[in-house]
């Protein structure tokens, strides 16, 4: 099971596939569409840059869950509105940065209900507030994933 992260530069993606995947964070510019384990992470630019949304849908048919991430003390959102409804997938709001003076989480909230999202998570990768919530609920969407697709192992599959 992957999970894609999708969100403008500096939202803090890469910051917190580290942090998910318990690592030392360091700061490391994406530059292409990165497969990391189960997280497929994307720059920002193909965001910000409408030519290179193609790229993202691309790379979301290899994902079982889009993560649309917000950065809390952004006052910018580079989501159009209903953008959850170009995934055939479930997508879930990821809201970063919550650590912060200027954070604004329910400001990032309002944008990511805009673009569709109905789930949240409030995280820091910095302070690792939210992080355990967000990892036990990857887990359960794993196991829910493995369930469903299980008659795929099963030996009748081929038949
Ligand atoms: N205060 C704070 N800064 C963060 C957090 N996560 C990431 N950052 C910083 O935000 C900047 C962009 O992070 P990055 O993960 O590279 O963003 P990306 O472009 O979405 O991958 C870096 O300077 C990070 O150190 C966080 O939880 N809290
Ligand atoms: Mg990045």
């Known amino acids: 099971m992957k999970i894609i992260l999708i969100g403008a530069s ?3 993606k890469t910051t917190l596939i580290q942090a998910l995947r318990n690592e030392e964070l360091k700061y490391d510019k994406t530059q292409a569409v990165e497969y990391i384990g189960n997280f497929i992470d994307t720059p920002g630019e193909y965001v910000q840059q ?9 790379a979301s048919h290899d994902a079982d869950v889009i993560g649309l991430v917000q950065d809390s003390s952004d006052d910018n959102c580079w989501f159009s509105g209903g953008t959850a409804s ?4 479930p997508v879930v709001g990821i809201i970063t940065k919550i650590d912060k003076e200027d954070s604004k989480p329910e400001q ?26 967000l990892v036990k609920d990857l887990h359960a969407m794993v196991d ?8 795929r192992l099963a030996d009748d599959y081929f038949d």
């Open 50 to 58: 409408r030519g290179y949304w193609g790229s993202l849908t691309i």
């Open 86 to 89: 170009k995934f055939s997938k």
């Open 10 to 12: 500096a939202a803090g």
């Open 144 to 151: 829910n994933y493995n369930k469903q697709n299980s008659y």
């Open 108 to 133: 990032a909230k309002g944008y990511l209900e805009l673009a569709g999202c109905t789930t949240f998570y409030y995280v820091s990768s910095f302070t690792g507030e939210g992080i355990d919530h």
